[in-house]
């Protein structure tokens, strides 16, 4: 606990702020139309008017990846939130009753956790109709089993706290003990478990939209955008560059985030 | 002192608080008891005091007629009525309804008893707010009411302090305003002043004491340190072991102690007197839970055991309707002189 925040924390926030800048804007501009494939403009180096180069197909670089990290953002934001909260409950119930559910539900969080995670996206991408849904319930599940365990072993930690007590003198409920005098406790352990979460849904999303699971085209992805570039590396290597830099540059910035606010409030 | 014959305000018959059991097939066999046949009467208006070494089951009692029990433990028999309801039978929301309203407890730690995020303000309020009071206005009223009755001074800055703010002593007038801010008629008090110093602990007697003649409010004071049972209650029970081996009025109890265990205890009390002297202490140790207790638990400890000790349980013996004992020692007639005194 440090009473200022580092420089971890401002260069992250930085970085992220940056990104969701870019991001936002595109909802309302973009250098070039999106979807506009010019077959003139093929495979162009970066310049001025086409910053990080244009596509084989003569799409430009920068709108594609400003609008591909719109949705990169979206679904790494809907699917940790997401996850944040139902394991959050799950692990605080289990947390606070223990027993014997609270031993059931931690098997099956070990369980869930023995998987590597990518493996485990995959059964569920490939179970689950495909839809751009699919890729959200499949990460929302991924990341469930980590706030469970985060949250549970908080509450274990601060439920046994003589102020609980005297919640239950007061003639407070479990519910209300709970969500208002103990989760407000454990919000900066969750705060910085979600933006640490969120660069590892950005990993995940564009691990797998690069292997073809994930946001489908024509809708960019920076994964995706990756997984394109390959087949002309060499010809084309901007074309890598660009979401490849991005990607690095936001798991990057929410990482560093997340550490300072650790580092600022754990 | 007060007539027994006015009304009872908690009552506890025969409580047994026990070691929860893993497996049923252990039921069988014999249960480790940490409190076994206790009873207690707390009548309007009085403060009785629990007095005991550590381990001997005095924070038990409590936290069972609270419904508290740690989740190791489990009620193994007997009766908790407050107000003539049976408390052990009440289910959670009714208990809720009681909890903090009309019966409340106090605890031993005011330092780690609120919540390190909430403001006092908040934290005054939440059993108004649990209670049933609602309006803003309603509730504001009451908790500085409360705050002025525990002295708690410049109730504006108070309100929106942070617990880590405030003193030791503050915090616990702090909890005692919680604690009153419903006026219950019942507060349990679980050695409220043994983690302050000695003079915040003198203030802290004080207020309960006058809390307790003002609002006619009944306390079950918990204390190991007879001079502070010896200056609050009216009535004291000394437990040893998990039972209760001596009971009566302070004067009795404290001044005339019968049981050799009592006697023992305020032996080892110093004294100005005493200096210079090896202080006495009561040779051997408080037994194990899960020891094997055959006889009277003190047995094994006590300076004048004979055999019929080691092998009953000693029932209780009336010495007078104002003192009661536990021991196969105690003659009614030596008694009969101190009732009068």
Redo the contacts between chains.
């Keep these: 606990m440090s009473r200022r925040w580092g420089l971890e924390a401002k260069i992250g926030a930085v970085l992220v702020a940056a990104v969701m800048a870019l991001s936002v804007l595109s909802l309302v501009y973009t250098p070039h139309p999106v979807y506009e494939m010019v077959s003139g403009a093929r495979d162009l180096a970066p310049s001025l008017t086409h910053p990080f180069g244009t596509d084989s197909f003569g799409r430009d670089q920068l709108s594609r990846i400003m609008v591909g990290g719109r949705y990169t953002i979206l679904v790494a934001l809907v699917t940790v939130f997401g996850s944040a909260l139902i394991g959050s409950a799950i692990g605080l119930t289990i947390g606070y009753f223990?027993g014997a559910l609270d031993t059931a539900v931690m098997r099956l969080v070990d369980a869930l956790s023995a998987f590597p995670g990518i493996l485990l996206a995959l059964i569920f991408v490939a179970v689950l109709p495909a839809s751009s849904l699919t890729i959200v319930i499949a990460l929302l599940i991924l990341f469930i089993p980590g706030f469970t365990r985060i949250m549970r072993s908080s509450m274990l930690t601060w439920r046994n706290?003589?102020?609980v007590?005297?919640?239950?003198?007061?003639?407070?409920?479990?519910f209300?003990i709970i969500t208002r005098?103990i989760f407000?406790?454990l919000l900066p352990v969750l705060l910085s478990a979600l933006i640490i979460g969120l660069s590892n849904a950005i990993l995940a999303e564009a691990t797998l939209s690069f292997l073809g699971l994930g946001i489908q085209p024509p809708t960019p992805s920076w994964g995706r955008m990756l997984a394109e570039a390959q087949s002309h590396l060499f010809s084309a290597p901007w074309c890598a560059v660009a979401p490849g830099l991005m990607i690095i540059l936001t798991v990057l910035g929410f990482h560093f985030l997340g550490e300072g606010i650790r580092k600022r409030y754990c | 002192m007060r007539a027994p014959a006015s009304q009872s305000l908690l009552r506890v018959e025969h409580l047994g608080v026990g070691l929860r059991q893993r497996q049923r097939r252990q039921k069988r066999q014999h249960t480790i008891r940490a409190v076994e046949d206790v009873s207690l009467t707390v009548n309007a208006g009085e403060i009785v005091g629990i007095v005991g070494e550590s381990g001997c089951g005095k924070s038990l009692t409590a936290l069972s007629v609270m419904g508290l029990l740690p989740a190791a433990m489990e009620l193994v028999g007997g009766s908790i009525v407050f107000e003539n309801e049976r408390l052990d039978q009440l289910r959670e929301r009714n208990l809720n309804a009681i909890r903090g309203n009309r019966l409340t407890m106090i605890f031993q730690e005011p330092m780690s008893s609120l919540n390190p995020l909430m403001r006092i303000g908040r934290q005054l309020a939440e059993p108004l707010v649990l209670h049933g009071v609602s309006t803003a206005g309603a509730i504001r009223e009451r908790v500085l009411e409360a705050m002025g009755k525990v002295g708690l001074r410049d109730p504006e800055t108070l309100l929106r302090a942070y617990p880590h703010q405030l003193s030791g002593g503050m915090l616990q007038r702090v909890m005692i305003a919680a604690a009153i801010v419903c006026r219950p008629r019942l507060i349990i008090a679980d050695e409220p002043t043994t983690a302050l110093d000695v003079t915040t602990q003198a203030q802290i007697l004080r207020l309960l004491r006058q809390i307790n003649q003002t609002d006619q409010t009944s306390i079950l004071f918990i204390s190991h340190d007879l001079g502070v049972i010896n200056q609050i209650c009216d009535q004291v029970l000394v437990m040893y072991a998990g039972r209760i081996v001596e009971r009566g009025t302070v004067g009795n109890v404290l001044w005339h102690p019968v049981h050799e265990y009592t006697k023992g205890l305020i032996k080892s009390i110093p004294t100005r007197r005493s200096k210079g002297a090896p202080l006495p202490s009561i040779r051997g140790r408080v037994p194990a839970l899960a020891e094997e207790k055959a006889g009277c638990a003190f047995a094994p400890r006590c300076p004048a055991a004979h055999s019929q000790c080691f092998l009953e349980v000693p029932d209780e013996l009336a010495l007078s309707d104002f003192h009661q004992v536990n021991c196969f020692l105690a003659d009614v007639e030596s008694e009969m002189e101190y009732v009068r005194i």
């Design positions: 223990s706290l003589d102020f007590n005297t919640a239950l003198v007061m003639g407070a409920g479990h209300r005098h407000p406790n």
